[in-house]
């Protein structure tokens, strides 16, 4: 018979419900743990996924021997004592993003984590990005070298509306002291994760210039305290000459669809990397007499599954087995959050 891995989930709000579900249906693993801290949310879950232990203290479920790893998805601002606490009790982490809220935290669960170099630890922002089919294709374009060397990355997305119109219940995340920041910690985690992995993870920040600003859209109908940044870019300089624009906006009087442009010496792309939106790659290039060229490639998404968050849940399975190694390991997820926060000052 397999081995079926003991998980407990710690927040078992709307997204980790969605872990629950796909732990359970992986077939290699069984939920045994459902952890709010609502009584009704937890049980609700409990009811809805047959998991047998529910509570409202975390810790209850790491004293539990069988239980070999946790899913942490509860507000960033607790992501940090949770998975410290759950490193000493020996458990494995699969921690949502982002990390936490704080520099001085980010650098407590570092060192941490150093201190367990046989436990797993996997970073959610490889969701969306490392784990997709459009990701290993344009990597594979730029290591091939047909773009050559790729010297500036454009990327912009600009919304109207807010995660609160689909996820009420997610307030909290218009307070900035829980949840580190607005779509810039949302979404910033994919976009750095994704445009700096195509590079293979080389470049170093060396300098950027930035603005934020909030109050664009009242929303303190929706939460008591909404102060994130609604809108914002940065200018960015790193170590191998690379240069990179980034904006987002969300609550913005604007509406400007996902697009990154990444530009070589020799062609370059215009994508929208999420899984959902089109599976065509632009490529652009100059011809021998002068005429720019433009070729649509198309990424074969077949094997994909309806959601990015299978391909996670079997990446952090593979991660437990020894089949793999964490796609999105803290210290790489450090290096983008702390961009995050420069950009955010």
């Not at 459009?134 to 600009?158: A, M």
């Not at 790193?238 to 240069?243: E, I």
Request: with cysteine; charged share 20%; hydrophobic share 40%.
């Amino acid at each position: 018979m397999t081995k079926k891995f003991k998980i407990g989930v710690i927040g078992v709000g709307m997204y980790g419900q969605v872990h629950c579900q796909y732990f359970q249906a992986s077939g290699r693993a069984e939920v045994t743990w459902a952890c709010s801290a609502s009584a009704t949310t937890t049980r609700a879950a409990a009811e809805r996924f047959g998991i047998p232990n529910a509570t409202r203290d975390y810790r209850d479920m790491l004293k539990d021997p069988a239980l070999e790893a946790v899913v942490i998805t509860s507000p960033p601002d607790t992501h940090v004592p949770m998975a410290i606490d759950a490193l000493r009790a020996g458990k494995h982490v699969l921690l949502e993003k982002p990390m936490t809220t704080t520099r001085r935290a980010m650098q407590r669960l570092l060192a941490e984590v150093e201190q367990h170099p046989n436990q797993v630890v996997l970073e959610c922002s490889c969701r969306h990005t490392r784990l997709q089919p459009k990701f290993g294709f344009v990597k594979n374009l730029i290591d091939s070298g047909r773009l050559g060397r790729v010297y500036h990355i454009h990327h912009r997305h600009l919304i109207p509306t807010t995660f609160i119109e689909y996820n009420p219940k997610g307030a909290w995340a218009m307070d900035k002291s829980k949840a580190g920041g607005g779509p810039f910690f949302d979404w910033g985690v994919y976009d750095l994760s994704y445009h700096l992995g195509l590079l293979g993870d080389v470049p170093q920040l060396k300098s950027l210039r930035s603005f934020s600003i909030n109050g664009l859209r009242d929303m303190t109908w929706a939460a008591p305290v909404a102060d994130i940044e609604q809108h914002g870019a940065a200018f960015m300089e790193f170590d191998t000459g690379l240069t990179y624009y980034y904006e987002r906006g969300s609550g913005v009087h604007a509406l400007v669809p996902n697009e990154t442009r990444i530009f070589g010496t020799k062609g370059s792309l215009r994508l929208s990397f999420p899984t959902w939106d089109s599976n065509e790659v632009e490529f652009f290039a100059i011809d021998d007499r002068g005429d720019i060229t433009q070729e649509t490639l198309t990424v074969d998404m077949s094997a994909h599954p309806e959601n990015d968050d299978i391909p996670l849940v079997e990446h952090f399975l593979d991660c437990l087995e020894g089949k793999s190694t964490p796609q999105m390991p803290v210290a790489l997820a450090a290096r983008h959050l702390d961009i995050l926060f420069k950009i955010l000052g």
